[in-house]
């Protein structure tokens, strides 16, 4: 994973268990035991879904740098494991729904909170990356 992306999965994985823990906290006030599982199930859920955004990408980006046959395989790899990845999670989702073993409004809102955790974490990055430009601009 390459360092910049490192950083925003990391700042993500942070900010999202954090904000997910004191969610779950805050619900086991009220709702039952349930409910606090199923919202962190849904935030580990959500945080292994940036992570294989993350490595898609990186991988789609860096076959653009290769030749055109290891380009063409490593971007049709990428996208099958992507894939895989994917049906495994809708599969694991089914099963945890079907079987009543989570609450689906608590992955919806762990869920939720990780993106909410991304895209913070994308702007921080932004303001931080304007601020050194204007320095060399200025």
Request: charged fraction near 15%.
């Amino acid at each position: 994973m390459l360092p910049a992306n490192k950083r925003h999965f990391k700042k993500t994985t942070l900010w999202g268990a954090g904000l997910s823990a004191i969610l779950a906290a805050a619900s086991l006030l009220k709702f039952p035991p349930l409910i606090a599982a199923s919202i962190l199930t849904g935030a580990a859920i959500s945080v292994f879904n940036v992570y294989s955004i993350i490595t898609l990408v990186e991988a789609i980006a860096g076959a653009a740098t290769s030749d055109r046959r290891v380009k063409k395989a490593a971007k049709i790899l990428s996208v099958v494991v992507h894939l895989v990845k994917f049906l495994i999670l809708l599969a694991l989702l089914y099963l945890l729904v079907v079987y009543k073993l989570t609450n689906l409004l608590g992955l919806a809102f762990g869920f939720t909170v990780v993106v909410v955790a991304n895209i913070f974490a994308g702007l921080s990055a932004l303001k931080g990356d304007r601020g050194g430009d204007d320095r060399l601009n200025g």
